[in-house]
């Protein structure tokens, strides 16, 4: 019996053609039907969960400032799309409450939290934002730090939470580890690298219940491998691209 397509999203939003985690990126994303977007959250220096990949501001705003030394008033005057090209200029940082309304029965957001600062702390504002904004229902999170995906489970045992993983080990008994880890934390799954997973990794996970959600595929043999691995998720900057594909691969009856 063949797996269902698996879920496409939008890596920091459709990033391939727009400034990475705005609200630009965003829309065009979710107005190429995928299932959700991606994107990244920082604390700022007074507590405001915002959006952003780096430590620093100066790729995607030509800021050179930590974004964490800042408070959300001075972040939210930074242009965040000029650095992208001059068409986008004056698109700004969004606050994740934004992105969460954005995504509101339309599609879901992965929030992928930063392992910077007290998890407690970092998990206590999350949290915050996905219950004011009563975004439970499109919320997923991510984190390579497992302790702070595991603060997120316990406060928000309704909300599916995946641990990112870089590489994996090669060991079949360390990948069982690994799971045990994954599971004692609260997750519902491993994200790795897509290059990293291999079909007997992401067989063992399902073995133990656990979802594999993939991470960065840019171009078709990516995908092919990805489907190879059985992933029940896709995460790309150039969802245009995997989603035609996945369309072709994975026809709907």
């Known amino acids: 019996m063949s797996r269902p397509a698996p879920l496409l999203f939008a890596h920091r939003g459709f990033s391939w053609e727009y400034p990475e985690n705005t609200v630009a990126a965003f829309r065009a994303g979710l107005q190429l039907g995928v299932d959700g977007c991606e994107t990244d959250v920082h604390l700022s220096r007074d507590g405001v969960p915002y959006l952003l990949h780096d430590d620093s501001l100066l790729r995607t705003t030509g800021a050179d400032r930590a974004g964490d030394a800042l408070t959300w008033a001075e972040i939210e005057t930074l242009d965040a799309g000029a650095c ?123 073995r133990r219940a656990l979802a594999v959600w993939l991470w960065t595929v840019n171009d078709l043999a990516a995908l092919d491998w990805s489907l190879v691995c059985g992933a029940d998720a896709i995460i790309s900057d150039r969802p245009d691209l995997i989603g035609d594909g996945l369309r072709e691969r994975c026809p709907v009856d």
Not at 107 to 117: F, N, Q, R, S, T
């Open 84 to 206: 992208k090209d001059a068409r986008f200029a004056g698109e700004r940082i969004p606050t994740l409450r934004a992105a969460l309304d954005l995504h509101a029965n339309v599609g879901v957001l992965i929030i992928e939290i930063k392992p910077h600062g007290d998890p407690a702390a970092v998990a206590d504002a999350v949290s915050r934002t996905i219950r004011e904004a009563e975004a439970r229902p499109w919320s997923v999170i991510f984190s390579f730090g497992l302790e702070y995906a595991a603060e997120m489970a316990r406060r928000e045992p309704r909300v599916p939470c995946l641990w990112l993983q870089g590489r994996l080990p090669v060991d079949p008994l360390e990948h069982e580890a690994l799971f045990d880890q994954a599971q004692e934390a609260g997750m519902a799954g491993i994200a790795p690298f897509y290059a990293a997973c291999d079909p007997g990794f992401a067989r063992a996970a399902h």
